[in-house]
């Protein structure tokens, strides 16, 4: 959908070292080379307020938390959180659990069985395909492309607010008008 964005936050430099050797801001089984990080059993990367980049492994459990956009690649069966701020991304492989909370004008793809958690600002959208669930949590003019054997649940507004998304005629779900 919006695969460039991600391309594009991925090679963010954001402080890792060039040896693969993990820095103060990323710990456990973290392993970082100039433009990005990746995760391949257990890690935690602390991005402050820089963008960044986490590739978490099949099987892996990984953490990414910033205040600026942060882009997390789920591989299959792997377990990924996220919070971060506006523009960030997160994509979800194979049967991972992914979770992000994050500001405004993000993108989340969900494929194969993925399990997606997602609480996103306003102007983000979200692609469901394949067998993924979605449940989406959004601050309003979301917009949600569910496949039709997919599951997507859409509440719009504030966290509390429980407000259903519209299922337009074309078959998106959106927060706002179709």
Excluded: W, Y
């Excluded at 990924?80 to 991304?89: L, M, Q, T, W, Y």
């Excluded at 959208?125 to 003019?141: A, E, L, R």
């Amino acid at each position: 959908m919006r695969r460039g964005i991600g391309i594009l936050l991925f090679g963010v430099v954001f402080g890792c070292s060039d040896d693969g050797a993990p820095i103060d801001h990323c710990t456990g089984d973290c392993h970082c080379e100039v433009n990005d990080c990746s995760c391949e059993d257990d890690c935690h990367l602390d991005c402050g307020d820089a963008d960044c980049s986490l590739d978490c492994a099949p099987g892996a459990k990984c953490n990414a938390d910033g205040t600026a956009a942060v882009a997390i690649d789920c591989g299959e069966g792997s377990e990924c959180k996220g919070n971060a701020g506006d523009g960030s991304e997160i994509l979800c492989h194979g049967s991972s659990k992914c979770e992000l909370k994050a500001g405004a004008e993000c993108v989340a793809v969900c494929s194969d069985s993925a399990d997606c958690k997602l609480n996103l600002g306003p102007g983000s959208t979200v692609s469901c395909n394949d067998t993924s669930n979605c449940d989406i949590d959004c601050g309003g003019d979301c917009e949600v492309t569910c496949q039709p054997t997919a599951t997507c649940n859409l509440n719009c507004g504030p966290e509390d607010a429980g407000v259903a998304g519209t299922l337009c005629p074309d078959g998106r779900l959106v927060c706002g008008n179709c």
